[in-house]
Each structure stands twice: as C-alpha cells, then as structure tokens.
C-alpha cells in the first residue's frame, strides 16, 4: 500500500509556516515567495515592505540583514528542484503527483543576529536536525488525522499508508502523564484556544521523548471551527537542561548552607579569585599570605592528583558545566594530607556567556578515610538460602564490585561468570519499561542507607518472562558507614500472575462501577441483612450506615408513588426465586434533589441449591431519563416542523430508497396522495425526469455523502415538469438511521433568472455601441486635431513675421494684432486642452503605454518647445542629473511640463525669467520646481483651489485660458503617483511636482508600477 503522506494546502502552509521557531519561506520555482512567517518579515528590517510575490535572492542581496551567499544558495535551490531530493535546509514541497511545486526554507539564527556566507546551507542544516519536527492536521468533525513523514520519524512508528488515529497516538503517551496530556488537548479543542502542549511520549526501546505540539484552530466556510493544524517539536534536550538547572540550584543551596566548609567565586576573565577566610584554614595556608587566581587552588592540591584537578576544571569551563572534583592537599605547616571537595556552578551574565564560578569547597577527610578502612578491611558475608530459585548477591559500594552466586546467573538467563557482574550487566536485563524505576529504586536506597525491596521483570531467550524479587541488607564498617549491600534474588512469577490477576479484576470492577455511576449491594436472606457499598449510600442521600441494615432499608427516601410497586417487586421476585429488575425515584433530603435508581439483583444459592441471598447493583439512571424525556420531546417538535414545513420533505430508507413518510407540502408540490408514495421509491412512482440526477443521488446516498441544492427535474402526477433544489441530510428517526429530503421550488426562479440575461445581454450590446461611439469620437478628434492645428500654425507664424517687421514701427494696428493673437492661442489651447482630456481617460482605463522616461531629457524637450514658440522668454534650467529616471506615460508627463512653463509666461512680466529646476526628495522622490515673478501681488487664497477645474486666478482677466490647466496637470501626476503643490515666494510663486523614481541597485534598475 502507498504510504499516505499529509500534504497541506495554501491555508495549511500559512499556518505550518507561522508555527516554525525560525526564519521561514516558501518559494516557487522562479524564486518569487509564496508564504512566509513573521520571523522572517521581522529579519527584513524596519519598514519593509510586504514579501509576498517578490524574488527572495534580491530580498537577501538587498537586506543588510543578511549576509548569505545568494549563489551558493540559488544553486542549492536548482538542485533540489532537480533531484526532488531535500538539501540543508532546503525541503521540496511536492503536488499530489510527485512534481516539485515549491521549495521550503528555513534560517535559523546563527546567534550574533546575522548569516555566515560560507557556511549558510550548513548551519541551517544543523539547526533543522537538531529541531525534529513534523506537521500534523486534526479534523475535530470527522475524527480524521494527518501526519507529515517528519512527525512519523518523530515518534519512531512506520507509516504503513494507514491513516493514523488517536488510538495509536495515544499508545505512545507516558502513561504517567496520559490522563493530563488528554485533558491539556481536550481542553484546548472545547475552547478553540492556541494549542501548545508539552507530553512525554514511549518509544519503542522504553526509552521516553518529551515534546511539544503546537497548533492553530481552523474553521470551516460558516465560521465554524473545522479541527486543528499544527506542528510537533522534539524537546527532549531542553527538558534535560531544565532537569540540570534544578540541579544546579540544589547544589548551590546546599553550598551556601554548609556552614563547615568554605565559599569561593573565580571571575573567568580577570582570574580574579575570591576566598572565604575558611577556604584558606582549609589549604592549611593564612588568610592573604598568597595571591589569588587559579593557579594557586592547583599547585597547593597534592602532586598525584593535580592532573585531575586541572582537567576537570578546564573541562567545566570549556563546557560551561558545573565543576566538581575530589582531591588531597598537603599542609605546607605539618605535612598532613587533607581530602576536600570542591564543586562551583557557572554563572552567565545577559548573553548567556559564562563570567564566572562560584562554589563550595568542604573537608571530607574523615569520609574519606572510613572509605579507605572500609576497603581495606572488607569482608564478605555468607548466607544461606532455604528456599528454591533464589540467589545471593553482594554490592561492595566503594569499589562498586558486585558478586553473584551461580543461581543468580541463571535467573538473569546468563551463562555463569561469562561477564564481570556489575550495575550495569545487571540493569541490561531488565525489561526496558522496569529498568529506569529498579535503577532508581537501588540509587536512592543505598543513598539513604535503607533496605534495598522491589520487582522487577527479566525476560528469558524462550520469550518468556520472569518476575524476580530483589532484597539487600547494608552493611556499615565500625564507624557506622555502609559499605556494601548483602542480598537476595527470588523467582516470584507464579506469586505475580496469581496477583496481576486479581488485580485486574478488581480494576475491571472498579473501573465498571465507577463509569455506570454504580454501587454492589448483597441482601442475606437467611438474616435479613444488607450490605450497601459508599456508592449506594450515596446514591439514596444518605450518610453510610445512617440506617439498619435490613430489607426495609431499600425503601429510604424512595418517592411514596413509587414506594409500593418498589417494595412489591423486589418481594415479589425474592418469593419466586428470579432476577429483581426495578426503576424508582429517589428524594435526596439535603437538597430535595430527585434521582431516578435502577436495582439489579442475581438471586444466589447455597451448598444445598437453596436459595441463600441476592448479589446485585444499583446505578443512577437521572441522566438518561432526562435524556428519554428529551429525545421524545426532539421528536415531537420534528413531527410539529415536519408537517408544518413550507419546503417539501420526505424521509427514506437509505438501503432501499423507500419513502417512510412525506409532509403535506411534498404531497402538494407533486400532487400525490400519501397512500400513493408511502414504502414506494422514487422511480416506482415515477418522479425522475432525468436519469442522470436520479443515479447521482442513489451513489451519494449508498456513500453516505450529503447533498446541499442540487438541481434536479421531476415529474408532477399529472406530467408537469418541475424544477427543484434537492438537499439531503442522514438522520436518527425513531431508533433508526434515514436519509431526510428537502426538494425547494424554483421554476419560476429559473425563468426569473432567463429574463435577468437576457437583460444583461442587451446591457451587454448596449455598452458595445457605446464604445464603437467613443472610438468614432476619438478619430473625429484626431481628425480636428490634424486638420486644425496646420491653418492655425500658418496664421500664427505670419502673424509673428507681420510684429517682427514692424517691431520697430509704430504701426497703428498693435490692438488688432494683439487680439488675433490671443484668439489664436485661446483656440490652440481649446483644442490641446480637449485632446488631452481625451487622452487621460484612455489612461485612466489602461497603463500599458507607460515605461522608463528619462527625466532630464523630458524637461529639456519642453524647455526646448517652449522656447521655439516665445523666444524672447528667458528659461533657466538646472540641477537635474542624467541618470534620474521615472516610469510613466511620456505625452503626459511632457504635457505637464509645457503646461507649467506656458502658465509662468501667462503671469509673469514680459522681462522676467522663468526657472525650472530638480532636488531630492527623500528616498525614491524627486521635486520639479517652476518658479516665475507675478505681475500682481497673489491674494490670501487656499492654493489648493487654482487645481480646481475651470478654476482661473484673479490675476487672469489679461490672459487667454479655461482655468483646465493645472487641473490637467495634478491628474497626470496623481496618475503618476506623484502629487504638486502651490506656495507663495517673495514677490513669485512656485509650483512643485513630487514624483516617484526607479531604484538603482547595483546596476539593476527595478521599476515601481
């Protein structure tokens, strides 16, 4: 069978990604990003744009951030893409065919908050290995579970290509910690909170593996929750450093406390060292007489174990560990040898980095010499075993030398004196799920001097197993201190079946009672006793043995209704000898509470047949009562809305199609009798119109699928075609699982929704001859265009020709020459103005004519025109670099340009000079600036009105104009994403445009659209 692998979807891929502790992101095969985590969004820097959809090698070679090698990792990307094969920390993400659809990365920290180029892909490995990981989704509707093929390594289990279910999941839960790890998800699940959830899990080699699941609930196309996604994380190693922290703290409680030893503290980076006045009586040395650092704690230990000394040091400080060592020093006074122990725990300052140790360091000179005596005058003890499958075994704990008797060997199923007996051969043994408590068991008794007694299992090459009981006594030397363990094994198998057995069955019982709410009774018939468990007493709202234990007391606190027919029965059935099976109601006097009580009783009989007394159970039945009275009510109100349902229902058998029952408004709808359709199917009676509808709807309902608004044709009685809206939805109906129909009418919708295209379809053509309107509009103005600037040109030019030969006459017709002029550039403008109207409504409705302009280029075409039309006009032009560049539309953005140089002339004095130069304007922004001197002095206005269309200033009236074109000019840059403002200097006025400019990275030009 193919292995089933969990593939997530968009949604799914977003919320993985999210959960993964590092950088993450999801590329196509181009490069460009699919899905990203905020890790990652935060590793671009402040004020970073969004990442989705643009190149992820131009976001790591542009980020300061990062400092990854983009080649290395853009060929580490190809090959993955070509192999499917994952890299580092590269990861194919593959379709439902096997094809490479995208690529996963991750970037895990390096811990100096940046990315080392050479060993990028290497690093990013290491840190996905050591995050043993898998994804997993959770349908909390169906039951159904997805696992990820890193979430099946996780918990070592072979992905057969079934789908995995809460059963097994829940087999490898630590059954220390099964029922809170349940509760902790169940709890998560009813709230539709954020799962995080740490549990410890059972591996196959009884060795156990915490980790942590975290997930995010996901809902369905109403809003509600659908089940759960997520992501399961191997912790194993931080709960091991969690463990050796509380060490830490133990052991430096216990060195502050010691009040006869002496406290030292070693600053790593200055060797400066600290001592306790104690410390220096304990190397024999006065208080200051040498000079502290490290050094000197060496050279005053004793010669022989110097090396040691220096190792272990250096060792803990390299490994930022606790330091911990025993070793002798020689007094410099007497020569005497002293034992001390010294042992130091690192302390880190806010990076983590280790800054120095502080420690203990205690006289263990007489320990150490009672273990020396100890050793030297061992002796062994014998004893004597009576009884059969049993052996002796001696643990000498200084040397940690074990001895075991031939017996021993063959009930640990070893060949004798084959190894050298230690903890350690012993502990391999053991069965996996005891060797972790029998270890400890051994370890804590002989650290508290106590009897060594516990079970354990050894299983046998048979595959057989042994349960085997250990016991040892400790033995102490004269002064008192243990020095060995003296003790037995004994074959305690049959003893453990006869109690695992019983044991069992209690736990069955127990466990019975417990779920049914249950409590065991006995009545003794021959005495008239009762016997009532807690439960029982509980059960009636009575205090246990508030009552005599009599056949009478079976009628506490019943409801006097019920109390006769109660007492009657079980009399009843103790006369003839048969089962008693009675309901009742119960009063709870504390409360007034009412329970319903259910007895049960086996009568039982004695040696002689005789029937001698009654065994038997009561159990509270409230709940299911209630539940009785409600699910009757549940079916009266269905009948009420079945039958009164404005829809068209019907109910069926699912195996057979057999309509049950039909409402009136089924009945009316195709206009059949009830006696007609009941235990007929669809076809009998001939309701099907299409053959097609009626085979999809018998295969969704032998799958069990539902169907929401199918449309389907049926037949009336009488031949009429119907169109209806066929829905199903499996139900219980009286005990019984059934398939219910709802058919809605929507014949006269469908012909409603006929006429609503045809409407649209008239829209349709409509909006089509509007347009071939405003495509003939636009050649007619092309064609005026044309036609009427060639005639203006020539009156305009020899109008020139007329005022240049007669500029320095005093020809009497300078008033008529001047209104020619203006009538000519009022016409010109009139038909630029309309031209460019034109124009920016095709912009408006498409942008594919825009591409890089340079701008200094554009300006100087302008000033260029400007200047052929009125020469005797001064435009200053500068500041604008060559390499500046935007992306727009050239005729508008040129169309600006004049506009602004041709309204300087207009409110300008004659003489005066007309400016235009360009700045920055912040990252990815240039200003244009045109400036000119005014005629008049400008009133106080808001300048924001003279962009207002048809608007014209107040200093307008010698001048030819429309008031369209600044409004003209602010449309085009504000379609350029620019914006242009109006401000007042000195005795002028500027106006400023501000405009977008294409990036340049590193010779790479990336336009903004």
């Given at each position: 069978?193919?292995?089933?692998?969990?593939?997530?979807?968009?949604?799914?891929?977003?919320?993985?990604?999210?959960?993964?502790?590092?950088?993450?992101?999801?590329?196509?095969?181009?490069?460009?990003?699919?899905?990203?985590?905020?890790l990652f969004q935060r590793g671009?820097?402040?004020?970073?744009?969004?990442?989705?959809?643009?190149?992820?090698?131009?976001?790591?070679?542009?980020?300061?951030?990062?400092?990854?090698?983009?080649?290395?990792?853009?060929?580490?990307?190809?090959?993955?893409?070509?192999?499917?094969?994952?890299?580092?920390?590269?990861?194919p993400l593959s379709s439902p065919d096997g094809a490479v659809q995208a690529l996963v990365l991750t970037f895990p920290d390096d811990g100096a908050g940046g990315r080392t180029p050479a060993d990028a892909n290497q690093n990013i490995s290491r840190a996905l290995n050591a995050a043993d990981a898998g994804t997993w989704q959770w349908n909390l509707k169906s039951g159904a579970i997805q696992w990820s093929e890193g979430l099946w390594r996780l918990f070592e289990m072979q992905n057969t290509g079934e789908p995995p279910s809460l059963a097994i999941w829940e087999e490898r839960l630590d059954p220390t910690n099964r029922d809170?790890?349940?509760?902790?998800?169940?709890?998560?699940?009813?709230?539709?909170?954020?799962?995080?959830?740490?549990?410890?899990?059972?591996?196959?080699?009884?060795?156990?593996?915490?980790?942590?699941?975290?997930?995010?609930?996901?809902?369905?196309?109403?809003?509600?929750?659908?089940?759960y996604i997520?992501?399961?994380?191997?912790?194993?190693?931080?709960?091991?450093?969690?463990?050796e922290l509380r060490d830490n703290k133990a052991r430096f409680s216990f060195a502050l406390g010691a009040a006869c030893s002496g406290i030292w503290e070693w600053n790593i980076e200055t060797d400066e060292l600290l001592w306790s006045e104690e410390v220096w009586r304990l190397y024999g040395l006065s208080p200051g007489s040498e000079t502290l650092n490290h050094q000197l704690c060496v050279s005053t230990v004793h010669e022989e174990d110097r090396a040691i000394v220096s190792?272990?040091?250096?060792?803990?400080?390299?490994?930022?560990?606790?330091?911990?060592?025993?070793?002798?020093?020689?007094?410099?006074?007497d020569g005497s040898l002293h034992w001390l122990q010294s042992k130091g725990s690192p302390k880190r300052d806010a990076d983590g980095t280790v800054v120095k140790y502080i420690g203990l360091i205690t006289d263990i000179t007489e320990r150490k010499l009672a273990e020396i005596e100890l050793i030297e005058n061992r002796s062994r003890l014998e004893q004597a075993l009576a009884a059969a499958k049993a052996g002796i075994w001696e643990w000498d704990l200084l040397t940690g030398r074990n001895t075991w008797s031939d017996e021993v060997w063959a009930l640990y199923g070893l060949e004798p004196h084959s190894r050298e007996p230690s903890?350690?051969?012993?502990?391999?043994?053991?069965?996996?799920?005891?060797?972790?408590?029998?270890?400890?068991?051994?370890?804590?008794?002989?650290?508290?001097?106590?009897?060594?007694?516990f079970e354990y299992r050894v299983p046998r090459a048979d595959g057989s197993m042994l349960w085997l009981l250990s016991r040892g006594q400790p033995r102490r030397d004269a002064s008192g201190a243990i020095v060995k363990y003296l003790g037995t094994v004994i074959d305690v198998t049959e003893q453990k079946s006869l109690e695992e057995q019983l044991l069992k069955s209690k736990a069955r019982m127990a466990f019975a009672l417990e779920a049914t709410k249950a409590g065991v009774w006995e009545w003794d018939l021959k005495h008239d006793q009762v016997f009532w468990s807690d439960r029982i007493w509980q059960l009636y709202g009575l205090e246990s043995g508030s009552k005599p234990n009599n056949h009478k007391l079976c009628e506490s606190n019943v409801l006097p209704e019920d109390r006769e027919q109660t007492f009657g029965i079980v009399m009843q059935a103790a006369n003839r000898e048969i089962e008693i099976d009675i309901e009742f109601r119960v009063c709870h006097p504390e409360d007034g509470t009412i329970h319903w009580l259910a007895c049960r009783g086996k009568p039982q009989l004695d040696a002689q047949g005789a029937l001698d007394r009654y065994v038997g159970t009561i159990m509270d039945i409230t709940d299911r009562k209630r539940l009785d009275d409600e699910l009757r009510e549940n079916e009266r109100k269905f009948r009420g809305i079945f039958d009164n349902a404005p829809i068209a229902i019907s109910i069926k058998e699912i195996d057979t199609g057999k309509i049950i029952d039909v409402n009136d408004a089924w009945l009316n709808l195709l206009g059949y009798t009830l006696v007609e359709v009941l235990g007929r199917t669809g076809p009998d009676i001939g309701i099907h119109a299409c053959r097609e509808d009626y085979q999809a709807i018998e295969m969704a309902s032998l799958k069990r699928e539902r169907i929401c608004n199918r449309q389907v044709l049926l037949h009336e009685k009488n031949g009429d075609l119907v169109d209806v809206l066929y829905s199903t939805e499996f139900i219980e109906f009286e005990g019984m699982a059934v398939m219910l129909v709802m058919m809605v009418d929507v014949t006269l919708e469908k012909m409603q929704q006929q006429n609503i295209s045809r409407l649209e379809q008239s829209i349709a053509d409509r909006n089509i001859q509007l347009q071939k309107e405003v495509e003939r509009l636009h050649r007619f103005l092309s064609m005026i265009s044309h036609e009427y600037r060639t005639p203006l040109a020539i009156m305009r030019t020899n109008l020139d020709l007329v005022k240049m030969k007669n500029k320095m006459g005093n020809f009497q017709n300078r008033q008529e020459f001047a209104k020619i002029d203006r009538s000519i550039a009022r016409l010109?403008?009139?038909?630029?103005?309309?031209?460019?109207?034109?124009?920016?409504?095709?912009?408006?409705?498409?942008?594919?004519?825009?591409?890089?302009?340079?701008?200094?280029?554009?300006?100087?075409?302008?000033?260029?025109?400007?200047?052929?039309?009125?020469?005797?006009?001064s435009v200053l032009f500068e500041n604008c670099l060559e390499d500046v560049r935007v992306y727009g539309e050239e005729s508008g953005v040129k169309f600006a340009i004049f506009n602004l140089l041709d309204n300087a002339r207009k409110y300008s004095p004659d003489e005066s000079p007309i400016s235009i130069t360009c700045r920055k304007a912040g990252p990815g922004h240039i200003m244009i600036d045109v400036g000119n001197e005014l005629r008049e002095p400008l009133e106080d206005v808001d300048m924001d009105l003279f962009f207002e269309k048809y608007h014209r200033g107040g200093n307008s009236s010698n001048t030819a104009g429309a008031g369209l074109g600044l409004w003209l000019v602010k449309n085009i840059v504000t379609q350029h994403e620019g914006h242009i403002a109006l401000s007042k200097q000195a005795s002028g006025i500027v106006v400023t445009i501000t405009l977008p400019v294409i990036a340049s990275l590193g010779g790479d030009r990336q336009a903004k659209p």
């Open positions: 069978m193919a292995k089933k692998t969990f593939i997530p979807d968009a949604s799914a891929i977003d919320t993985i990604i999210d959960l993964v502790p590092h950088e993450a992101a999801v590329i196509d095969p181009h490069g460009c990003i699919l899905h990203s985590n905020g671009l820097g402040s004020g970073s744009p969004l990442s989705f959809g643009r190149n992820l090698f131009d976001i790591i070679s542009s980020s300061p951030l990062r400092t990854i090698n983009t080649e290395e990792l853009s060929v580490l990307c190809r090959n993955v893409l070509e192999t499917g094969l994952p890299s580092g920390n590269i990861r809170s790890t349940l509760q902790a998800f169940a709890a998560c699940s009813s709230s539709a909170m954020l799962m995080h959830v740490e549990y410890c899990i059972i591996l196959d080699d009884g060795s156990r593996r915490w980790v942590m699941s975290r997930g995010r609930p996901y809902h369905d196309s109403r809003g509600a929750m659908e089940g997520g992501i399961t994380i191997d912790i194993t190693e931080q709960k091991k450093l969690e463990a190792h272990v040091i250096k060792d803990a400080v390299t490994g930022g560990r606790d330091a911990s060592v025993e070793f002798r020093v020689k007094y410099p006074g903890f350690a051969v012993w502990a391999e043994t053991l069965h996996p799920e005891d060797r972790d408590a029998a270890c400890l068991s051994v370890q804590s008794a002989s650290a508290e001097g106590r009897e060594i007694s010109v403008e009139v038909l630029e103005v309309s031209i460019q109207e034109s124009r920016m409504a095709d912009r408006h409705k498409s942008v594919t004519g825009r591409h890089e302009l340079p701008l200094a280029g554009i300006i100087k075409s302008q000033v260029e025109a400007f200047s052929g039309i009125w020469k005797e006009r």
